[in-house]
Structures are given as structure tokens and as C-alpha cells.
Nanobody, 119 residues
Framework: QVQLVESGGGLVQPGGSLRLSCAAS????????MSWYRQAPGKERELVAA????????NYADSVKGRFTISRDNAKNTVYLQMNSLKPEDTAVYYC????????????WGQGTQVTVSS
């Protein structure tokens, strides 16, 4: 049974930090590209950050470059999102995504974790 379980969300003041975690199970984590997406109320879901299966390459949305860092630990089947210098506009539900596109495409989503940046 495939599971992606996000944790680490919460309420934080502007300028603060949070670290999100996504624990994966039920599939071969080390062969999947992992990403974090977010969706704010009334907006479409958007890609925040992604990391390749071995962790050798990352990419970020322009809005979070220099503030957020994605990383992964394949031994622990976990992907992280370190978020620093948080802004109110970072408020959203953050989702973990696993994607593998070989001969068959596999794509999985977590349930999401709420991040609220407010004073």
C-alpha cells in the first residue's frame, strides 16, 4: 500500500522557519523523483521544489529560490522541505508528490499539511 505522509506544518510568524517531512512507504522510494507542491485558497496547485531520485539535482519555483531547500534521505524513505524567511504568501497546503516515468507512469500524492504564515 503506497503512503506519503507529510508532517511539520503549522503556524509561524513572518520571517520564521519550518521543516516539512514526507515519509514514504509501499514503493521503491529511491527510484522516484520527489516534489513538494502547494495550493493556496482559490489558487491552482503549484510546484514548489523537486529533487531527482538520487538527489543530484534540484529545482525551485522562482518565488522560493534562496529561501527553501529540498533534500532527501533514501535510507529513511523521506523527503524534506526546509523553509526559511517565510512570508504570508507562502501560506498554503503543502503536498508531497512521488513520480516515476519509465515504461509505466507512477504518480502518488500525500494528504497535505497546512502551513500558515501570519503574525
Amino acid at each position: 500500500q503506497v503512503q506519503l505522509v507529510e508532517s511539520g506544518g503549522g503556524l509561524v510568524q513572518p520571517g520564521g522557519s519550518l521543516r516539512l517531512s514526507c515519509a514514504a512507504s509501499g514503493f521503491t522510494f529511491s527510484t522516484y523523483r520527489m516534489s513538494w507542491y502547494r495550493q493556496a485558497p482559490g489558487k491552482e496547485r503549484e510546484l514548489v521544489a523537486a529533487i531527482t531520485s538520487a538527489g543530484g539535482s534540484t529545482n525551485y519555483a522562482d518565488s522560493v529560490k534562496g529561501r527553501f531547500t529540498i533534500s532527501r534521505d533514501n535510507a529513511k524513505n523521506t523527503v524534506y522541505l526546509q523553509m526559511n524567511s517565510l512570508k504570508p504568501e507562502d501560506t498554503a497546503v503543502y503536498y508531497c508528490n512521488a513520480d516515476r516515468r519509465w515504461s509505466v507512469v507512477y504518480n502518488y500524492w500525500g494528504q497535505g499539511t497546512q502551513v500558515t504564515v501570519s503574525s
